[in-house]
């Protein structure tokens, strides 16, 4: 039966316009939303806009707007980002909704009403940009931490919601629940804060200050404090009190933001909810910032990357990808455009799109493009543990993903990938399609790969959910989203024999960063070479063709005691005479991958004519033959 499983985002405030910071939180929850779908939950994702407050009203009149023109175009700003991104919302929440209006006064009326919210005179320091007062022990050097700026003495009479009141209880409920913040580190942090006496907290302002707002219930002069009405979208969104989303979804809610909204989230909004008699939220999954050059990404600092122009460059898919892989859910990364160019290119157009096309070209030339049929007897010899290795990937995909360590999961299943790479290298399939009576070995072979890329494309799909559907569609799979089920990827052998397979296409093509200088660029103050020849620039490098070339046959050079000649394929068929022969035996080098250069002069050794040289190290005697990590294309370019 089908479990439900409701994911929120932090509802934007419209005083900024979406980046990199927003995209990361939006499309994780977007993945967790679409794993959740393959694993048969029945899913409801919700976001939107904080639109009230002092920082909108001052946002708006710095553009000659009144707040509701300025909201409704900031607004759709980010609605209509979502889509480009792939986001698949279900609803998109703004806090001036009639509907979310009233679930705020009602809130406010009950808890009035039962006494938690009081009348008192106050005087404190006054952030404007976070609109919230800050005790000195909150302060850095007496600024805001997030604005750096000193706050205002503001003394005002204003209502206070009793929070401190439920101190104890929250303290309680963390430590019973210990992964209802997560991860563990900002348990901690809460908890480390709910260690000293927890104040309560001013949830009005009056509209001699601010008029952009709520009006409370209670009292005509004063609007709601944006973030007690902010919190509030999270049940207002579900219909709350009695909507059937409410009913259905309520219950197993889950939250995901940035540690910047720790404190409310983590104290605020599970006092507020107890107050009120709601049940609280099932999870808080907080992750780190992105930051660039060791500052977190914001309006304020001018440092903000724009997510539209990143998947304009490089794809929507290769972004999202990015994005969850290179940051450890929970901890800080540093947003770099080349780290997202070398993941681009080792992980996506290496790893993934060179087995995919690989696998897929062969199934052509030795196929005619039809799903071969696997033979059982075969099988045993030559499953080599690739069920095994699938099965165990699709367990640690489901034992991480679930607790938003999408990073771990996305290991799991580029070891898999690595597996299949591996695979072809010892079974070799272009030697067993040169021998007729290895038929049923090739089959079984180009039949397991094929399996394997199925499983992948399962795997991917709620991180790169086109990708998945383009290799879905060339796997000869009916476009039927149930395909992406676990329970589905966890069968092996499902792929129909002698379906018809359409041509393959480049899934990541290579691309080359925008900005920035090239990882391989010559650097100042490089040491002398130590092998003490000349200092070259690098036009010298770059008049070097240097191929990565599988080695496709080989045998000893008569009366050559050094020598072999390698057939060698870098996209064309190459022969090349090398000095390893006392290093290594054909069997060896078969099916390895290595560097050769490609634009040397021919020149006959032995009588046979040498069309390249082969990189290697040479250690004393021993020759080693460079070769590669992952397995590539052959022909593809080393720079
Ligand atoms: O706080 N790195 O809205 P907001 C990672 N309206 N994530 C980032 C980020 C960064 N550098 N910058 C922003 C608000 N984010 C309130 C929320 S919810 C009831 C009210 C993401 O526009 C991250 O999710 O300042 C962070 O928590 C959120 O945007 C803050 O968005």
Not at 143 to 162: G, S, V
Not at 274 to 297: E, T
Not at 324 to 333: H, I, P, Q, T
Request: net charge neutral; aromatic share 10%; glycine share 6%.
């Amino acid at each position: 039966m089908a479990t439900p499983f409701y994911i929120t985002t932090p509802i934007y405030y419209v005083n900024a316009r979406p980046h990199l910071g927003h995209a990361y939180t939006t499309i994780s929850a977007d993945v967790i939303r679409r794993y959740h779908e393959m694993v048969t939950d029945e899913t409801y994702f919700l976001t939107g806009t904080d639109e009230h407050g002092d920082k909108v009203m001052r946002a708006a009149k710095n553009e000659n707007l009144t707040p509701r023109e300025y909201v409704d175009k900031i607004s759709s700003l980010f609605k209509n980002l979502w889509p480009e991104l792939h986001i698949s919302n279900d609803q998109f929440i703004r806090t001036t909704d009639k509907n979310h209006i009233l679930v705020v006064k009602k809130i406010l009326q009950q808890i009035y009403d039962t006494g938690d919210i009081y009348y008192s005179e106050y005087e404190g320091q006054y952030c404007f940009g976070c609109e919230r007062f800050y005790t000195d022990r909150e302060l850095v050097n007496g600024k805001c931490p997030d604005h750096e700026t000193k706050p205002e003495i503001i003394k005002e009479a204003n209502y206070f919601f009793r929070m401190g009141k439920y101190q104890e209880w929250l303290i309680d409920h963390i430590q019973k629940h210990p992964d209802f913040i997560r991860p563990e580190r900002y348990k901690n942090e809460v908890l480390s804060f709910l260690k000293e006496p927890l104040d309560d907290l001013c949830i009005s302002r009056p509209k001699s200050r601010i008029t952009w707002g709520i009006t409370l219930p209670f009292d005509e002069n004063y609007v709601t404090y944006v973030w007690f009405d902010a919190l509030l979208n999270y049940i207002s969104g579900l219909g709350y009190p009695d909507g059937e989303l409410y009913t259905k979804y309520w219950p197993v809610s889950q939250h995901i933001i940035a540690k910047d909204i720790l404190k409310p989230h983590g104290i605020y909004w599970p006092t507020m909810l107890k107050a009120a008699g709601i049940p609280i939220f099932k999870h808080l999954n907080v992750h780190g910032y992105w930051n660039v050059d060791q500052s977190k990404m914001s309006k304020s600092l001018g440092n903000v990357i724009d997510p539209l122009e990143l998947k304009n460059v490089y794809g929507l898919d290769a972004f999202r990808y990015f994005l969850l892989r290179e940051m450890a859910f929970g901890l800080d990364s540093s947003f770099n455009e080349e780290a997202l160019v070398s993941r681009l290119n080792s992980d996506l157009a290496n790893d993934l799109g060179n087995l995919f096309s690989r696998v897929l070209a062969m199934a052509h030339k030795y196929f005619g493009g039809e799903v071969p049929d696997f033979d059982t007897d075969t099988e045993k010899d030559f499953d080599l543990g690739l069920e095994a290795h699938a099965g165990k990937a699709i367990a640690a995909y489901q034992e991480h993903m679930p607790q938003f360590a999408f990073h771990k999961a996305l290991v799991a299943v580029w070891e898999f990938i690595g597996e299949l790479n591996k695979y072809i290298d010892v079974t070799t399939p272009w030697v067993l399609a040169k021998n007729k009576t290895q038929r049923k070995q090739l089959e079984t072979v180009i039949y397991n790969l094929l399996e394997g890329l199925r499983v992948i494309s399962g795997l991917i799909y709620p991180v790169m959910p086109q990708t998945a559907e383009a290799m879905q569609k060339h796997l000869g799979i009916p476009p039927d989203k149930t395909f992406f089920k676990i329970q589905g990827l966890k069968k092996w052998k499902t792929l129909k024999p002698k379906t018809q397979l359409p041509k393959s296409i480049s899934l990541f093509p290579r691309v080359e960063a925008t900005t920035g200088t090239p990882a391989s660029g010559p650097t100042r103050n490089e040491k002398a070479p130590p092998s003490g020849k000349p200092e070259i620039t690098i036009d010298h490098f770059t008049d070097l063709d240097l191929r990565v070339g599988t080695i496709t046959h080989c045998e000893p050079v008569p009366r050559a005691k050094k020598l072999l000649k390698l057939e060698v394929d870098i996209g064309e068929k190459r022969t090349i005479v090398s000095g390893i022969a006392e290093s290594y035996t054909p069997d060896d080098l078969l099916g390895k991958q290595v560097i050769i250069i490609a634009n040397l002069k021919p020149a006959k050794l032995m009588g046979v004519k040498s069309e390249g040289m082969i990189l290697a190290a040479v250690d004393g005697e021993k020759v080693v033959v460079a070769t590669l990590d992952h397995t590539v294309a052959p022909g593809t370019k080393v720079s």
